[in-house]
T-cell receptor, first 112, second 119 residues
Framework: SQQGEEDPQALSIQEGENATMNCSYK?????LQWYRQNSGRGLVHLIL?????REKHSGRLRVTLDTSKKSSSLLITASRAADTASYFC????????????FGKGTKLSVKP | GAVVSQHPSRVICKSGTSVKIECRSL??????MFWYRQFPKQSLMLMAT?????????EQGVEKDKFLINHASLTLSTLTVTSAHPEDSSFYIC???????????????FGPGTRLTVL
């Protein structure tokens, strides 16, 4: 399968705690992207990290990338109930066409 | 940020009918649009890649005669599910990219999705 793998598949935490989601992939990448999807809705692009970057921040989000291990992690600090959603990593496939291959996703539930 | 819209957001149809879903990039020109399908509690699976003015490229296992894609302009792509059957019920999501920036497209902007239910 071309899909990446996210773990955990589901994560339940209390508001205020940090949430860490991991993503592994099998082939080389130019960049890796993280998306969020609220239930039954479209995807929202969160952050893109390029293969020559190791860490990137955006607000309460922190993404790391380890190309030697072919893995990435998304950390959400000080989580809120509104962060409840599914989170997917995605990588480009197919060269310049820009096809995205999505991981299976992590379903995050933040309890108030 | 760039906005992509989809219409309709929900559609219920009878088996055997055809359904058209529109995907529009509202504030940018999209050289490439993508169509994904998502079954409940699963990830997105790419169905096809649509380039303006040319035929769509379908992923393996996706029937091009069943899922007709037209990318008539730089801001509009349509997906028509022909002779829909209950197994076609799914969440269909489009995305659009503004194009390359010295290499492969960086970011895809996703529409809000269309929930198709075939009775």
């Amino acid at each position: 399968s071309q899909q990446g793998e996210e773990d955990p598949q589901a994560l339940s935490i209390q508001e205020g705690e940090n949430a860490t989601m991991n993503c592994s992939y099998k082939t080389s990448i130019n960049n890796l992207q993280w998306y969020r999807q609220n239930s039954g809705r479209g995807l929202v692009h969160l952050i893109l990290i390029r293969s020559n970057e190791r860490e990137k921040h955006s607000g309460r989000l922190r993404v790391t990338l380890d190309t030697s291990k072919k893995s990435s992690s998304l950390l959400i600090t000080a989580s809120r109930a509104a962060d409840t959603a599914s989170y997917f990593c995605a990588r480009l496939y197919g060269g310049s066409q820009g096809n995205l291959i999505f991981g299976k996703g992590t379903k995050l539930s933040v309890k108030p | 940020g760039a906005v992509v819209s989809q219409h309709p957001s929900r559609v219920i149809c009878k088996s055997g009918t055809s359904v058209k879903i529109e995907c529009r990039s509202l504030d940018f020109q999209a050289t490439t649009m993508f169509w994904y399908r998502q079954f409940p509690k699963q990830s997105l699976m790419l169905m096809a890649t649509s380039n303006e003015g040319s035929k769509a490229t379908y992923e393996q296992g996706v029937e091009k005669d069943k899922f007709l894609i037209n990318h008539a302009s730089l801001t509009l792509s349509t997906l028509t599910v022909t002779s829909a059957h209950p197994e076609d019920s799914s969440f269909y999501i489009c995305s659009a990219t503004p194009g390359t920036s010295g290499g492969a497209p960086d970011t895809q902007y996703f529409g809000p999705g269309t929930r198709l239910t075939v009775l």
